[in-house]
């Protein structure tokens, strides 16, 4: 008869896997659990190790060996897996059994059970005098624990009794219906976790293993991402009902009376649960945030890339762009179209500084996109930079072509000057005219030749090198015609100017004018003698100097502060040497050429004593490095038999540079009229003071760094102050900081306002360029209300107001009136610039022509305008500065008009005086009263007075304050 299959052989064929990776089921082993022969899991030892019963049944020998593995297997799954790593407890009841009985039921659990057993207590009564349980430990050779326990009583010294049934002496009633139905619940629970987790698992893996990097659209990774995400959230909606599930079935089997295996089991799936949705969860976020980083870096990439190929259309643009004309219209006209071209191309530099910041930002948040965010942000600044570069190149030479027409403009209107003199002086008696007064105008209208920017072919070509690839052939046959021009009526000049003092000298009333005083005489001899002695002691002493210290100095170990030490000294040793000092014993005691040999060289003075002066500060401390005590040093001055040490020396060339004015001035007082020079003299004493001033002025250039070329020349610095200044924008509805206060130290040139960052190194004040202002289209206000120590300047036509506060109310003050100076001068030479290029009347002598120190942006300011009708004095007051028109044709939203009827005006009261800087602005006297007409930008107003003359203009907002509103009866009508 064939054996009966076994419930383990039948779970194995029907889910077609072997024995040893069965997947057992509650099913499985339903009758095996009814029958008992294994007690319900549900308790632990005291040690904490999960217990197991084997109560004594009769049917444990009938059970098939693999039907009982398969109970074992089920119930060990039960427990928990974190509560099964200490091993199990066993419990074997064969108190009315025998010891074979024994044996065999230990045999057969021991060697079936498929966990880790720590423990097992063997219920028997063991005969007397029949110690077996040692031989049982003989035979078996277990690692574990054998505890013979002769009655249930001694259980309890092991096992809580509430883990123990009746039978076995303990309190927990054992109802196998109850538990069954419980543990269909934890099944089921069980089966839900796993499945959910193995889901969660695949999610992450999937995750995992997505290269965002591969998706190049920023369409693909959002359609990516909000995949995922649908998919997260519908995950962590089943985690979450599953939790609620699992939480309600605790509170339920509070009433089933599930035991503590089972309460522990779902327990732990929760706990799991939550760990496995935690990691989930930080995966998710994680990746999901490189979603939203891999879209910002797609969205920069893609606006570099546009903003890239922008600029490369915006070059060609620029490249396609004139530097040069034909005529002033033409140039003027050039400017214009580079001016909107700048304005157009601005929006992109606007926009690559803003995603340069934005990518800046995408770096600090995203470290990993450093490497490829920080070239292209790179990139972006210098697109801008060569944008600006190209724009500056052509203004530049536009620029310089403006000087040209402006020059040779000049030049005719003073060749036509000259030459309508020298007709008139030729047609009127000689006789009625006095000698003495030609020559005084004669020497005038020289001088003014000096002023003009082209006087030669050599102040052409050094002054128009950077254009000179670009002047056309026919604007170099007007430019030589022009100084053949010049070279013809200077000669003519010259020779009439002989003429007239070959005349005067002959005239004996004129001889004995010009003679009638010998002590002038004498003592223009002695200066003379003084100028040329102390001259030849100048030169000895720097070809001392040089050879006595720097020559020996060079050859020895401090050879190298050498250079510092000296500067440019040789130089300024061969000028004089080989230049000024014989060109001065050549003219012995002719003071006209004296003076001419002073205006001829200014420029080489400049040159040399300005880089020399430069030089001073490195030359101090190199000196005081080495030490003046120096044994090298003090030799060296032994042996030229000093009585002064070398710094006194180094400080030669400067205190020889100012005698030179002193004597010049003496020489001019010493002599009277035009025969001794008195002209030429007093011009070349006025070039001196400009060499020195300039030199002093060098002193204050040199040391601010990072100066762009743009700005040169400066022009003379005029004055300087340290301020607290604030940058505010009021074209907004609120005023917007750009920055907080800084302190700057603000340098006043003739052409530019210069804002530094003041700094000391080494001892040694230097300034760090950080913006600057051009003068001529300043506005100011230095009335502040309630704030004494305050002033405020723009720019005309930008809404930007910087207000500057000084150290005490006296410094602002100080500041305030030379930058007003400044200011109504610039406008001044603007204005006469303006009445010249307008006005085609014939160039007299009291017409001046224009320096050649004019800054080139000033001029271009006076062009733009050249379209405007200039204003006359009668009704100056009626029109606008053309920067307000520009700023209220900008856009509506900038310019408020007030009401038309003249008795609505709102009324002003004048705080304090202001001065009009052009003759569109109003001047104001403090206790006025004027009425608002319109509101414009960067603080100005466009008001009336209300007493006569009832004039209108603009005028700073802050120098008003409004007056009482007085109730009116409206007239109905």
């Given at each position: 008869m064939s054996r009966p299959m076994s419930r383990a052989a039948s779970a194995s064929t029907s889910s077609g896997e072997p024995s040893g990776g069965l997947q057992v089921h509650l099913r499985d082993c339903e009758n095996l659990i009814r029958n008992r022969i294994v007690g319900l899991p549900g308790g632990f030892t005291k040690s904490g190790h999960p217990l197991l019963m084997f109560p004594d049944n009769y049917r444990f020998h009938e059970v098939l060996e693999s039907d009982l593995h398969l109970l074992l297997k089920y119930y060990i799954s039960v427990v928990p897996r974190a509560e099964q790593m200490p091993g199990f407890a066993i419990v074997i009841d064969r108190r009315n059994g025998t010891w074979q009985e024994i044996q065999g039921v230990f045999s057969k659990i021991i060697s079936l059970f498929p966990a880790r057993i720590k423990e097992v207590f063997l219920l028997y009564k063991y005969p007397?005098?029949?110690?077996?349980?040692?031989?049982?430990?003989?035979?078996?050779?277990?690692?574990?624990?054998?505890?013979?326990?002769?009655?249930?009583?001694?259980?309890?010294?092991?096992?809580?009794?509430?883990?123990?049934?009746?039978?076995?002496?303990?309190?927990?009633?054992?109802?196998?219906?109850?538990?069954?139905?419980?543990?269909?619940?934890?099944?089921?629970?069980?089966?839900?976790?796993?499945?959910?987790?193995?889901?969660?698992?695949?999610?992450?893996?999937?995750?995992?293993?997505?290269?965002?990097?591969?998706?190049?659209?920023?369409?693909?990774?959002?359609?990516v991402a909000e995949k995922n995400r649908s998919c997260y959230r519908r995950l962590r909606t089943e985690l979450e009902d599953l939790t609620e599930q699992g939480v309600f079935m605790l509170g339920k089997f509070q009433e089933e009376g599930a035991n503590v295996m089972q309460k522990l089991a779902v327990q732990m799936l929760c706990y799991q649960l939550d760990n496995t949705w935690q990691y989930f969860t930080r995966t998710f976020k994680m990746q999901d945030h490189l979603y939203v980083q891999y879209v910002e870096l797609n969205v920069f990439q893609n606006e570099f890339r546009d903003l890239s190929n922008k600029f490369n259309e915006n070059e060609k643009i620029i490249l396609r762009l004139e530097m040069s004309g034909s005529c002033l219209e033409e140039v003027n006209a050039e400017l214009d179209k580079l001016d909107s071209v700048m304005e157009a191309l601005s929006v992109d530099a606007l926009k690559a500084k803003k995603l340069a910041k934005a990518g800046h930002q995408l770096i600090s948040e995203h470290a990993f996109a450093r490497d490829c965010l920080e070239p292209k942000c790179f990139e972006l600044k210098m697109m801008c930079k060569r944008q600006e570069v190209l724009f500056l190149e052509r203004r530049s030479a536009?620029?310089?072509?403006?000087?040209?027409?402006?020059?040779?403009?000049?030049?005719?209107?003073?060749?036509?000057?000259?030459?309508?003199?020298?007709?008139?002086?030729?047609?009127?008696?000689?006789?009625?005219?006095?000698?003495?007064?030609?020559?005084r105008q004669i020497?005038?209208?020289?001088?003014?030749?000096?002023?003009?920017?082209?006087?030669?072919?050599?102040?052409?070509?050094?002054?128009?090198?950077?254009?000179?690839?670009?002047?056309?052939?026919?604007?170099?046959?007007?430019?030589?015609?022009?100084?053949?021009?010049?070279?013809?009526?200077?000669?003519?000049v010259i020779d009439r100017r002989e003429m007239l003092r070959e005349k005067a000298s002959k005239d004996p009333n004129i001889s004995t004018a010009c003679e009638n005083s010998d002590d002038l005489a004498v003592r223009r001899e002695k200066i003379l003698e003084e100028l040329l002695s102390t001259e030849e002691k100048y030169v000895e002493d720097l070809h001392s100097v040089l050879a006595g210290y720097r020559d020996r100095l060079e050859s020895s170990s401090i050879g190298l502060k050498s250079l510092a030490m000296f500067g440019n000294m040789e130089d300024i040793y061969v000028f004089h040497s080989q230049c000024l000092l014989p060109e001065l014993e050549r003219c012995g005691a002719n003071t006209q050429m004296i003076a001419k040999i002073f205006i001829d060289y200014s420029d080489d003075l400049n040159r040399l004593y300005c880089r020399y002066c430069q030089n001073m500060e490195n030359a101090r401390f190199a000196v005081s490095e080495v030490g003046e005590n120096n044994p090298l040093i003090l030799n060296c001055q032994k042996e030229l038999g000093h009585q002064l040490p070398l710094s006194s020396y180094l400080l030669k060339p400067v205190q020889r540079l100012t005698k030179y004015q002193l004597l010049l001035k003496d020489l001019s007082d010493s002599s009277l009229n035009a025969l001794c020079g008195r002209f030429e003299l007093e011009e070349s004493f006025e070039s001196m003071l400009s060499v020195i001033k300039a030199v002093?002025?060098?002193?204050?250039?040199?040391?601010?760094?990072?100066?762009?070329?743009?700005?040169?020349?400066?022009?003379?610095?005029?004055?300087?102050?340290?301020?607290?200044?604030?940058?505010?924008?009021?074209?907004?509805?609120?005023i917007l900081f750009r920055n907080s206060k800084q302190r700057r130290h603000v340098l006043l040139y003739e052409n530019h306002l210069i804002f530094c960052k003041q700094f000391t190194e080494k001892g040694v004040t230097s300034y760090?360029?950080?913006?600057?202002?051009?003068?001529?289209?300043l506005g100011m206000s230095s009335i502040i209300k309630g704030e004494e120590k305050k002033m405020e300047i723009w720019l005309s036509g930008q809404p930007d107001i910087y207000s500057l506060e000084g150290k005490t109310?006296?410094?602002?003050?100080?500041?305030?009136?030379?930058?007003?100076?400044?200011i109504l001068k610039e406008k001044e030479n603007t204005n006469t610039r303006l009445a010249r290029m307008s006005h085609s009347a014939v160039y007299n002598e009291s017409m001046s022509t224009t320096s050649g120190s004019e800054s080139a942006r000033s001029r271009r300011s006076a062009f733009s305008n050249r379209s405007k009708s200039l204003d006359q004095e009668g009704n100056k007051n009626s029109y606008r500065s053309r920067s307000l028109d520009m700023c209220h044709e900008k856009s509506s939203s900038e310019a408020e008009l007030v009401d038309n009827d003249s008795s609505s005006f709102p009324k002003y009261h004048v705080l304090a005086d202001y001065m009009a800087l052009t003759g569109r602005e109003l001047n104001l006297q403090e206790g006025e009263s004027v009425q608002l007409i319109k509101i414009g930008c960067a603080g100005w107003w466009y008001v009336r007075l209300t007493a006569y003359p009832f004039s209108e203009g603009w005028a700073p907002s802050t120098y008003l304050e409004k007056l009482p509103v007085r109730n009116k009866t409206l007239d109905r009508r």
């Open positions: 007397a005098g029949k110690p077996v349980l040692g031989q049982l430990v003989d035979d078996y050779l277990l690692d574990f624990d054998i505890f013979h326990v002769s009655h249930v009583t001694e259980l309890l010294h092991y096992i809580d009794a509430k883990y123990l049934s009746n039978e076995m002496g303990g309190s927990n009633p054992t109802d196998v219906d109850t538990w069954l139905n419980v543990q269909q619940h934890v099944d089921s629970f069980t089966i839900s976790a796993t499945k959910i987790a193995k889901r969660l698992a695949t999610f992450v893996k999937i995750l995992n293993q997505e290269d965002i990097s591969q998706h190049k659209n920023k369409d693909k990774i959002q359609e536009l620029l310089k072509f403006l000087d040209l027409f402006d020059g040779l403009e000049n030049v005719s209107k003073w060749c036509t000057t000259v030459t309508q003199h020298l007709n008139r002086d030729q047609d009127m008696d000689q006789g009625d005219q006095d000698v003495l007064s030609q020559i020497d005038y209208l020289l001088s003014k030749s000096r002023d003009l920017k082209i006087k030669s072919r050599v102040d052409f070509e050094e002054d128009f090198d950077d254009i000179k690839d670009l002047i056309s052939p026919k604007t170099l046959f007007m430019v030589d015609d022009k100084l053949n021009q010049i070279d013809e009526v200077k000669q003519e002093n002025d060098s002193l204050h250039q040199v040391n601010i760094r990072g100066l762009p070329e743009v700005l040169h020349p400066l022009g003379s610095l005029i004055c300087q102050e340290s301020f607290s200044v604030l940058t505010e924008n009021k074209s907004q509805s609120q760090q360029f950080k913006f600057s202002l051009t003068v001529p289209n109310a006296k410094a602002k003050d100080d500041f305030a009136i030379e930058l007003r100076k400044m």
